[in-house]
């Protein structure tokens, strides 16, 4: 049963990194466009698809932060603390925008009140899973 679900998790775990890679090499070539970030080298990867981007110092720079999280945590519980303080942290942010207006459209509170009640759930999980007792 550990084999399908290492295979799953190895897949999930390309996906999302690729994702990371391809929105932050997105992201700096159009604050480079935009005269927003320094003069960086764009490598296109592809001539018939348009958008496919490769930038070495970014690949770089990621990688190092990469190695940097791992090193600094050296521990997957930890890490996933990290992450969920992060995510409370961000939605308490997106919640205050929205009360000071930064948000004014109606249609973002059942995003955020649906992300809100998701990571309620995942945290009374997270603690219900670490304080069983044996």
Known sequence: MRWPVLVIAILAAVVGSQSIITGTFSIIRQCSALSCFPRVKVVHTSSKIHGQVYIPEINWLLMLLCLAVTI???????????????????????????????????????????????????????????????
Not at 95 to 104: K, R, Y
Not at 107 to 119: A, D, E, M, R, V
């Open 72 to 134: 600094g945590f050296r521990d997957t519980k930890l890490m996933g603390n990290a992450s969920g303080k992060i995510t409370i942290t961000s939605n308490i942010e997106a919640i205050l925008n929205q009360e000071d207006g930064i948000f004014p459209e109606e249609k973002c509170w059942p995003h955020i009140l649906l992300h809100t009640s998701f990571n309620r759930l995942s945290v009374i999980g997270n603690y219900k899973n670490n304080h069983k007792t044996h």
